[in-house]
């Protein structure tokens, strides 16, 4: 499971980890899923933890489990590079400094919440936290939808979502579905195809 | 009083499936029978929750906890909200890593892998469809389509990072609307 053990100990990772996820907190503008772009980045890109595909699978399952996702998706990283230790380092990283800025901007709130600079500033950043959420999708494209059976659970989600209301924790219960039907159907192929052939 | 916040974000925590923007009518209905803010008083906190770094729900809880009694209350409503994730995390990560190679695990996670894509690309135009930013067409309707689209384009093509996406925008903002 620490597959990078050998380089460090358990310590160490668990202060990288630490370092880390502090500093990608306090930029987590706008939660969830904009907070991905960056994680991605620090995680898979400049620190070469964890690699891209397996970081798609801890998104995945971030999504489906309750709570927010980045501490979630940090929950698990932690926990993959150095067990319940890491896990805590970087649960706790990552929510102390926002904890911080908002008990903050809590006690600021009556004197600078009316404040025009900030307002614009905020307009202005609100486009790109849309164009950030984006990215994180796009950027799960290229190593997601390999095959006609993931573009048509990719399809069938979208509609779910748009045209019903359903929880989206059913959404991804629905992918699981398919997934399992889609498996199931290949190996029901496989094996009919090596019968045929066996009886010629 | 510390005790009640703790406990109700502690419970809140287990149920806030899909987190974020989901989580805040259950939040609400808390803080209303709890009498620790007003409704508009908790509008004001959503709003100020969601201009703040960090999930929108963790940030509720730590200005309900600090309006309620301090920054004691802050404390223990972030503890509060934030102890369910670990706990779950670690049950999901210790099964998940033990039936890692499995292949029905794997086939699984090749169904939600599309199905969590399509969740964030529908985040995505929610989040534009109910922001207000595109409601009829208002000078900041061009502006915020404008910034969307540089942002998008430098974040493929230049692989512009993320906080310098953040920077540059509200830059953006302060000249254009002030």
């Known amino acids: ?200 | 009083m510390i005790w009640d916040l703790f406990w109700t974000f502690f419970k809140l925590g287990f149920v806030s499936f899909g987190g974020g923007y989901a989580m805040i009518p259950l939040i609400e209905h808390e803080v209303l029978q709890h009498n620790w803010m007003s409704a508009t008083e908790f509008t004001d906190a959503v709003t100020l929750a969601g201009m703040a770094p960090g999930s929108v729900a963790m940030n509720s809880a730590v200005y309900v906890g600090y309006a309620a009694s301090g920054w004691i209350g802050s404390t223990a409503a972030s503890i509060g909200i934030v102890l369910p994730s670990i706990i779950l995390m670690f049950l999901v990560a210790t099964l998940f890593y033990r039936m890692y190679h499995n292949h029905w695990v794997q086939a699984a996670l090749d169904g939600m892998k599309p199905a969590v894509m399509a969740l964030i690309a529908y985040a995505a135009f929610n989040m534009a469809m109910h922001s207000g930013l595109l409601n009829g067409y208002a000078r900041y309707t061009w502006f915020s389509v404008v910034i969307f689209a540089v942002m998008l384009f430098a974040l493929i093509r230049w692989k512009l990072h993320p906080i310098a996406v953040i920077l540059i925008s509200g830059i953006a903002g302060i000249i254009l609307y002030v």
């Open chain 1, 1 to 200: 499971m620490q597959s990078s053990s050998s380089l460090f100990t358990t310590s160490q990772l668990c202060l990288q980890l630490f370092l880390s996820f502090i500093k990608i907190s306090p930029t987590t503008f706008g939660g969830g899923y904009a907070i991905l772009p960056v994680i991605h980045r620090e995680i898979t890109d400049r620190r070469g933890w964890i690699t891209p595909n397996e970081m798609h699978e801890i998104t995945a399952i971030a999504g489906a489990t309750p709570g927010g996702v980045a501490i979630n998706i940090a929950a698990l990283v932690g926990y993959r590079m150095a067990g319940i230790r890491g896990l805590l380092a970087s649960v706790t990283a990552i929510s102390l400094p926002t904890v911080m800025i908002m008990l903050v901007l809590s006690i600021l709130a009556a004197i600078y919440q009316h404040s025009p600079f900030l307002e614009a500033a905020m307009l202005g950043i609100q486009p790109a936290i849309i164009a950030l959420i984006a990215y994180a999708a796009i950027r799960m494209r290229k190593d997601v939808l390999r095959s006609r059976a993931a573009w048509m659970t990719f399809g069938g989600s979208c509609m779910l979502l748009l045209w019903t209301s359903l929880n989206p924790v059913v959404v991804i219960g629905c992918g699981m579905v398919a997934g399992c039907l889609v498996h199931y159907l290949q190996w029901k192929r496989a094996v009919n195809r090596t019968v045929g052939m066996n009886r010629k």
